[in-house]
């Protein structure tokens, strides 16, 4: 048990010397900002995700198949935003490969205005649910977390994709000692899990009983953190700025 306590510690409170510097907390911080928008697409924009897209393949074939309450076009259309975010988050990677710090802070500004943006939009749309309103939140949203996953696949933190969590949950559960394994970084990878599962909580209960657009907004204010933790290190030469 300790060891995995001490994983997930490491993780929110790394080493100076560790080989990718203060990137694991952020993109645990990334993570959190996951959960928040997938809640408030599933719930608000209705059964469509922004940031899984493996469920939206899974809701287009719902669809198609007559289920009530899946929309293809809502689906088809997060996944085409999804992947034109994933290609701006793979030039913000070709402009910054040679400093890890000052990618993540780019896409992190970028993300930041994307989902601003939509917290301003769902603010004023008198339903964020339908008509333009909804496609338009599906547009920048799905652009804001394609361009995340872009640079975090790109920054290459191991255990720390900020979305997918199954391969995840499958390596905590194959490396684990009840498989025979070590338990190599079951803490980091149950963190991850854990802050995904909080985020999407947390979004679910401000969505629901608070305001809809409130998720997005403290979205943009953990982006804004990250922002300015990662502006510290823009002139840095340590080694975890470095590309893997």
Same mark, same amino acid.
């Given at each position: 048990?300790?060891?995995?306590?001490?994983?997930?510690?490491?993780?929110?409170?790394?080493?100076?010397?560790?080989?990718?510097?203060?990137?694991?907390?952020?993109?645990?911080?990334?993570?959190?900002?996951?959960?928040?928008?997938?809640?408030?697409?599933?719930?608000?924009?209705?059964?469509?995700?922004?940031?899984?897209?493996?469920?939206?393949?899974?809701?287009?074939?719902?669809?198609?198949?007559?289920?009530?309450?899946?929309?293809?076009?809502?689906?088809?259309?997060?996944?085409?935003?999804?992947?034109?975010?994933?290609?701006?988050?793979?030039?913000?990677?070709?402009?910054?490969?040679?400093?890890?710090? #000052? &990618? %993540?802070? *780019? /896409?992190?500004?970028?993300? !930041?205005?994307?989902?601003? @943006?939509?917290? =301003?939009?769902?603010?004023? $749309?008198?339903?964020?649910?339908?008509?333009?309103?909804?496609?338009?939140?599906?547009?920048?949203?799905?652009?804001?977390?394609?361009?995340?996953?872009?640079?975090?696949?790109?920054?290459?933190?191991?255990?720390?994709?900020?979305?997918?969590?199954?391969?995840?949950?499958?390596?905590?559960?194959?490396?684990?000692?009840?498989?025979?394994?070590?338990?190599?970084?079951?803490?980091? #990878? &149950? %963190?991850? *899990? /854990?802050?995904?599962?909080? !985020?999407?909580?947390?979004? @679910?209960?401000? =969505?629901?009983?608070?305001? $809809?657009?409130?998720?997005?907004?403290?979205?943009?204010?953990?982006?804004?953190?990250?922002?300015?933790?990662?502006?510290?290190?823009?002139?840095?030469?340590?080694?975890?700025?470095?590309?893997?």
């Amino acid at each position: 048990m300790i060891k995995p306590l001490h994983d997930a510690w490491t993780t929110l409170a790394p080493r100076p010397d560790d080989r990718h510097g203060p990137l694991p907390p952020l993109l645990i911080g990334l993570t959190l900002v996951t959960g928040l928008v997938d809640a408030f697409s599933y719930l608000v924009l209705g059964h469509v995700f922004v940031a899984n897209m493996t469920g939206n393949v899974v809701f287009m074939a719902f669809a198609l198949a007559g289920a009530k309450g899946f929309s293809l076009s809502a689906s088809a259309l997060a996944l085409l935003a999804f992947a034109a975010g994933a290609a701006l988050g793979g030039r913000l990677a070709n402009r910054f490969a040679a400093h890890r710090g #000052r &990618l %993540l802070l *780019a /896409v992190a500004v970028a993300e !930041g205005v994307l989902v601003l @943006a939509s917290y =301003a939009c769902s603010a004023v $749309a008198a339903d964020s649910g339908r008509g333009w309103a909804r496609y338009l939140l599906i547009v920048l949203l799905g652009l804001a977390m394609g361009a995340q996953n872009g640079v975090v696949r790109k920054l290459a933190v191991p255990d720390l994709t900020t979305t997918v969590l199954t391969l995840t949950i499958t390596g905590a559960a194959a490396d684990s000692r009840v498989a025979g394994g070590t338990d190599g970084k079951v803490g980091r #990878r &149950l %963190l991850s *899990a /854990v802050t995904m599962f909080l !985020g999407a909580y947390a979004g @679910a209960l401000l =969505a629901l009983h608070v305001s $809809a657009a409130l998720p997005l907004l403290v979205c943009g204010v953990v982006l804004a953190a990250e922002a300015a933790a990662l502006s510290r290190h823009t002139r840095s030469d340590a080694p975890w700025t470095l590309p893997t």
